[in-house]
């Protein structure tokens, strides 16, 4: 617990001084506390201390811990990549949908989204490159693809088109990742000046995010600590002991 205040408070000085290093109001970047593999107790000391944007990536998962906490005032975020019979699912909760990256999905989330309480919130995903296999374990969109989904995100009743969301090839340099990621959400943004989002940036390069305009930054190990990884970042993993 007070490690995950600690933690707390060292992300929040990361963000700000980044903000403020690139001329930014601090305030315009939110943080998202991707709570994979921890258990629910950690999600509500860390609600206790203010937080309030919270991430998964396993379906399971979310709907496990969005029900234990149902009595947290949270917003749910779901990060990973999602199938589509799953997404009625994920609708009920009312989380936010991060992973948006082909029509289909569009599509049976739009009717999610339908017979949900509120449309559901949602930025479509971008695949930045690096090695094939890493893109197609992590999803998104091919960039030229983009603008097409965000016009259908737009125009579906059930959704809300919020903005993008990347996360940046492993191993290369994140900056000119993020630059394509800003150039890209302009791009979408003059279309749909609502969808003034960017989901970009983790505990690892949150600094090279804002720097170029993320508005929401995505953090789980430098809130919670290193997550044991027994199938890879993105893949299968098991819950663990409560910080408590
Ligand atoms: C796990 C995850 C994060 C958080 O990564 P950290 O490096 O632990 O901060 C962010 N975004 C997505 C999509 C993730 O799956």
């Known amino acids: 617990m ?6 707390l408070s060292a992300v ?19 943080l998202l506390a991707v709570s994979k593999t921890w258990p629910a107790a950690d999600v509500r000391a860390l609600a206790a201390l203010g937080q309030v944007d919270f991430g998964e990536n396993r379906v399971q998962e979310l709907l496990g811990k969005a029900a234990e906490l149902d009595d947290v005032a949270l917003r749910w975020h779901f990060v990973g990549q999602l199938q589509r019979n799953k ?6 909760t009312g989380a936010v949908v991060h992973s948006v990256d082909r029509l289909a999905l569009v599509d049976t989330l739009d009717r999610a989204g339908r017979s949900a309480e509120a449309p559901v919130e949602v930025y479509v995903q971008v695949d930045l490159g690096g090695p094939e296999g890493e893109a197609a374990a992590r999803g998104g969109a091919r960039p030229d693809d983009v603008p097409a989904l965000a016009d259908a995100v737009a125009g579906a009743a059930g ?10 090839p492993r191993g290369a340099e994140p900056a000119p990742a ?27 390069d949150l600094e090279a995010a804002v720097a170029a305009g993320a508005t929401l930054v995505r953090v789980g190990t430098a ?6 990884l027994p199938c890879g970042e993105f893949e299968e993993h098991q819950p663990r002991e409560s910080h408590r």
């Open 159 to 168: 959704l809300r088109l919020r903005g993008l969301m990347a996360v940046a």
């Open 2 to 7: 007070a490690g995950l205040e600690e933690n």
């Open 223 to 228: 809130l919670f600590g290193s997550r044991p």
């Open 87 to 92: 997404a009625a699912a994920v609708a009920r």
């Open 12 to 30: 929040r000085a990361r963000i700000d001084a980044a903000a403020r290093a690139a001329g930014r109001d601090p305030a315009t970047v939110r």
């Open 178 to 204: 993020f630059a394509r990621l800003a150039a890209l959400a302009e791009r979408v943004r003059a279309d749909h000046p609502e969808a003034d989002g960017v989901s970009a940036g983790m505990s690892g």
